[in-house]
């Protein structure tokens, strides 16, 4: 049984401005006036090693993880109240999804963001028809993209044999997890990103739409 993990922001999410509009303001209040590049560089990431970061670029000591955690929940909180109940979702993702299962495909999440926006995004996706078979976030594991473990967790939780999976990844560290958990890859040049930077995908397409079940089959085909 073939299965496609999908990431979440930046994949099937529209959700770029969003993170970067909550990034900024906490950045803002660390005295870091966040660049795009700078954003663009961290996207995808776990909170932790960002906020570190952001403590780094602002000349800051580094808080403990109680407050380190207190600060990635109040951009969350922000980042959910951005998106609010109108849904980004990548168009052609619902479709894409609908045409997989309806071919017995089965589908998951694998992403970096916390678990209470991945709940989120679900609940918000199932009232658009969307529903996933399994999903992972970087709450499940230890150690975040470009490390295989979300992908071979959610491939578990579905499971799949590694080697039957398909990822659609927008970042190069989840096109290098992907190849590192033995996986094929679709880089998605969305907002933000490139296509010379997601070189390293077995196939990189600029829209979502550009993907259907056949495309997907002969990738996993290829991968095993």
């Known amino acids: 049984m073939p299965a496609v993990i999908f990431d979440l922001d930046g994949t099937l999410l529209d959700s770029y401005d969003a993170h970067f509009e909550a990034w900024s303001a906490l950045a803002a209040e ?6 795009e590049s700078q954003f663009q560089s ?3 990431r776990k909170n932790e090693p960002i906020l570190e970061e952001l403590h780094e670029w602002a000349g800051k000591d580094v808080p403990g993880d ?3 955690a207190e600060l990635a929940d109040r951009k969350e909180a922000h980042y959910r109240a951005l998106i609010g109940q109108v849904l980004p979702l990548m168009p ?15 589908v998951a999440i694998g992403s970096s963001t916390p678990r209470v926006n991945l709940e989120f995004a679900q609940a918000a996706m199932a009232q658009h ?3 996933f078979d399994a999903a992972a976030c970087g709450c499940d594991v230890k150690r975040s993209k470009p490390n295989p473990d979300v992908f071979l967790l959610a491939a578990e939780r579905l ?12 970042a190069p560290a989840g096109i290098e997890a992907a190849h590192r958990a033995g996986m094929a890859s679709v880089g998605l040049a969305s907002k933000g990103r490139t296509r010379s930077e997601l070189a390293s995908a077995m196939c990189v397409v600029d829209a ?3 993907l259907n079940v056949d495309l997907l089959d002969g990738l996993a085909r290829a991968r095993a």
């Open 92 to 106: 052609g993702a619902a479709q894409l999804i609908e045409q997989l299962q309806a071919r017995g495909w089965v």
């Open 208 to 210: 979502m739409a550009e």
């Open 129 to 131: 028809g969307v529903k």
């Open 42 to 44: 961290q996207f995808g």
């Open 30 to 35: 660390l005295g870091v006036a966040l660049t």
């Open 159 to 170: 499971q799949v044999p590694p080697q039957e999976c398909v990822v659609v990844e927008d």
């Open 66 to 68: 109680a407050q380190l």
